[in-house]
């Protein structure tokens, strides 16, 4: 593993398992009457779209869906590859002739690009990356063959590590920083920003000052976006709590309130208009967004105390690894995903013990991120999710 994936590591996902999964310490107990989410603040009657929601909400965005396959970026940072769902081959990003993809003039070399770490998206026929200019993260679009890259706009300032996220929605992206300014003394305006993929402009369309605040979290469902604003729970630890999961909505503007619980993750099932969530120390609820009634599906347990949910179109997948890797021991951990049908029955349970990031995916393929020195990206095809137990590598 390279020293510099190692910094990335403790810069941004240790940083991330103390965020999260410290909030166990705090606030775990269970409660015998939820409270029920805002239901005219969720949205309804929407498909999954563009925006690939099904991607876990924190921590590294090293992977992206496109319509034959996945583009993703190596785990030392220099290259940008191609995982060909139907052939599971891999293939370098490049298209130049002849070009032997081991110099700086490769198309898929990231490493010349300066860019900020861990993040790739594909969104309306483009790759999109940030890379890292005079202290600020600059939006660049290119095609999928590296051939063509175009500047967009910068967007905030920033460093090259891997704290500035974006969402993608229509014609816009929004960006946000993850964790940049937590535990710090000093208060900070943390924004979301809105950039035009047209002509580059932007706006703020959310801030909070604060001391020891994050947003977090940031998904986009339908006609809104939703995020988390997370507060510290105890001075100069990373002891914390999420303060409310709040929406957008892209026609009028407004922000409105979901949820005040301490909601570690969420997703929507637009078929059944389910909101599902999970109340750290209570347990996975699942919200009908019509009826505008709140059942307990799951109750936290030792095993799932704290979870990340993603949905992908037909299952709803729920892990427990940032809780287990920071609250026990190396031998004592027992990482799991839990794969549940849309009525919240449990379908599949299966070992993570080789996992260090779960990425998610969308319908297809399910992608993680070895816990082994190997520093290995992995795999499991969903087309058999229902008895799927066995991680495979990428690129055997």
């Not at 319908?363 to 999710?385: P, Q, T």
């Amino acid at each position: 593993m390279s020293k510099k994936k190692k910094l990335i590591i403790l810069f941004s996902i240790v940083a991330v398992l103390l965020v999260f999964v410290a909030v166990y310490i705090v606030t775990n107990r269970i409660k015998s009457e939820p409270s029920e989410p805002d239901y005219s603040s969720i949205s309804g009657e929407y498909v999954l779209d563009d925006s690939q929601s099904y991607w876990k909400g924190v921590g590294l965005h090293d992977f992206t869906a496109t319509e034959d396959g996945y583009y993703f970026l190596t785990s030392d940072m220099q290259y940008l590859k191609y995982f060909d769902y139907d052939t599971k081959e891999v293939i370098i990003a490049c298209a130049k002739p002849e070009c032997n993809h081991k110099s700086s003039s490769c198309n898929a070399y990231m490493g010349s690009r300066a860019y900020i770490a861990d993040n790739i998206y594909y969104h309306d026929g483009y790759l999109y990356y940030m890379k890292y200019s005079g202290g600020m993260s600059v939006l660049v679009r290119m095609d999928t063959a590296g051939n063509n890259s175009e500047e967009i706009t910068e967007i905030m300032p920033s460093g090259q590590d891997s704290s500035t996220k974006l969402v993608f929605h229509g014609d816009y992206a929004y960006a946000y920083y993850q964790y940049v300014h937590y535990t710090l003394d000093e208060e900070f305006t943390e924004v979301i920003k809105r950039i035009s993929l047209k002509d580059g402009s932007t706006k703020d369309i959310y801030e909070i000052s604060g001391k020891n605040i994050s947003i977090a979290n940031v998904k986009s469902y339908g006609d809104k976006l939703y995020f988390e604003v997370q507060e510290q729970a105890e001075k100069r630890s990373y002891n914390s709590k999420t303060r409310g999961l709040y929406t957008y909505d892209y026609q009028t503007g407004n922000i409105s309130l979901v949820s005040d619980e301490n909601v570690s993750d969420y997703c929507i099932i637009p078929e059944k208009n389910i909101f599902a969530y999970y109340v750290t120390g209570q347990g996975l609820y699942f919200s009908d967004i019509n009826e505008q009634t709140t059942q307990l599906i799951l109750k936290s347990d030792k095993t799932y105390d704290m979870c990340s949910l993603s949905y992908d179109g037909k299952y709803v997948y729920m892990d427990n690894i940032l809780y287990q890797v920071y609250y026990y021991s190396y031998d004592d951990r027992n990482k799991k995903c839990m794969v549940l049908n849309t009525s919240g029955e449990q379908i599949n349970e299966i070992s993570c013990d080789s996992v260090m990031t779960m990425y998610f995916g969308d319908s297809r393929c399910m992608f993680a991120w070895s816990d082994d020195n190997s520093s290995e990206y992995m795999y499991i095809d969903k087309k058999n999710i229902e008895n799927a137990g066995t991680w495979e590598i990428i690129g055997e």
